[in-house]
T-cell receptor, first 113, second 114 residues
Framework: NAGVTQTPKFQVLKTGQSMTLQCAQD?????MYWYRQDPGMGLRLIYY???????DKGEVPNGYNVSRLNKREFSLRLESAAPSQTSVYFC????????????FGNGTRLTVT | KQEVTQIPAALSVPEGENLVLNCSFT??????LQWFRQDPGKGLTSLLL?????REQTSGRLNASLDKSSGRSTLYIAASQPGDSATYLC?????????????FGTGTRLQVFP
């Protein structure tokens, strides 16, 4: 069972460069999420998608864009990377019910120099 | 604004001890509370989910309780093992139309030594 798959695992960018983080899930989940994790800050929600074709801002959306390409895939784009975006990024998915547990990918460690 | 706090931030115990991790939240209007485990360099694995109408959930050596009125949850680990060493995070789920999300605590880093 693949679950939630994120690519790449590691990435180093220079300030101003752009990149897209990819996420795919094979559990037929409706909801998908992007979080960032920083030391001492916990996990913070960047964007989420309650269903195919919809996206909504989370707690820290500035500097990011997302695309829910289809039910399986949810990508996160950094148009012009900044050092403040150095973080570990996690994608997660969950079923339709609010009481469905979330499933997380293994993360993308991004460094912006 | 919902805030989630976990105490202690770090804990080191000898193998075999029973231990309790604490999670507190400021707004009792939640759908559920989840406990996760995170190993170094890995994603989060869901351990237990307690719905707002439930008082506790059990899975093997893990037992999680929820007291919504006081804004507290505990994760009890019985007979701890070195393999339990990880960071444990709690998260509360609070959502209304188009604001569905989890709010995470900053975690308790647990080390169980032989």
């Amino acid at each position: 069972n693949a679950g939630v798959t994120q690519t790449p695992k590691f990435q180093v960018l220079k300030t101003g460069q752009s990149m897209t983080l990819q996420c795919a899930q094979d559990m037929n989940h409706n909801s998908m999420y992007w979080y960032r994790q920083d030391p001492g800050m916990g996990l913070r929600l960047i964007y989420y998608s309650a269903s195919e074709g919809t996206t909504d801002k989370g707690e820290v959306p500035n500097g990011y864009n997302v695309s829910r390409l289809n039910k399986r895939e949810f990508s996160l784009r950094l148009e012009s990377a900044a050092p403040s975006q150095t973080s570990v990024y996690f994608c997660a998915s969950g079923g339709r019910s609010y009481n469905s547990p979330l499933h997380f990918g293994n993360g993308t460690r991004l460094t912006v120099t | 604004k919902q805030e989630v706090t976990q105490i202690p931030a770090a804990l080191s115990v000898p193998e075999g001890e029973n231990l309790v991790l604490n999670c507190s939240f400021t707004d009792s209007a939640i759908y559920n509370l989840q406990w996760f485990r995170q190993d170094p360099g890995k994603g989060l694995t869901s351990l237990l989910l307690i719905q707002s109408s439930q008082r506790e959930q059990t899975s093997g050596r893990l037992n999680a309780s929820l007291d919504k009125s006081s804004g507290r949850s505990t994760l009890y680990i019985a007979a701890s093992q070195p393999g339990d060493s990880a960071t444990y995070l709690c998260a509360v789920r609070r959502g209304s139309y188009n604001t569905d999300k989890l709010i995470f605590g900053t975690g308790t880093r647990l080390q169980v030594f032989p």
